[in-house]
């Protein structure tokens, strides 16, 4: 009976944690996009203007904004304003250097070319004999690469349980593992800590 009980009790656990964290999550965002709606005049406030409140109103206006600004940045004039913002920023010693960084991140995993995080390969890291996964975010070029003896490939390796962090690492295309998994499924594995493991995958391990 008391196995039974704690089955039952560890079961419930299982079932209510990740419906929890999920709400949670979707609560945080949901009232972080309304705190944005702050840098509206008071006048112009939603709460002020409707007689109620609306939950995720700010996710909606946060959407439309972006989609706007995407208009406006495609067009003519704004395409100009921008490189004419580019220009000036290239001008400013130390936050030129950040922008540039994070422009070339940013592009590398939303550009409509992106091949960030597309496949799922398996490193020996951080020593041999032990295995880490990886994802590649591109092939490794310029200086980096011409003061190897070897084709290298550039491999960001997540950490557990928060995959957002992790390492940046070259290294030699031959040494790495082409995996089927998608990277989903890796996603998953790297936060559960080896937990929750994909389906066992068949056939010929892909290429870059």
Known sequence: MKKKIKSTFLAGIAGIIPIMLTA???????????????IIPAGFQPDELLPFHIPGLGIIITLILIFVIGLIIKSYIGNKLVVLGEWFVGKIPFVRGIYQALKQLVDAIFGDKSQSFKKVVLIEYPRRGMY????????????AQDRTDQRCINLFIPTTPNPTSGFYIMAPEDDVKHMDMTVEEAFKLIISGGIVSPNKHTGNKSGL
Do not use: P, R
């Open 24 to 38: 949670y999550i979707l609560f945080f965002l949901i009232k972080m996009m309304d705190n944005l709606l702050k």
């Open 132 to 143: 880490a996964l990886a994802f590649v975010t591109s092939e490794t070029s310029g200086e």
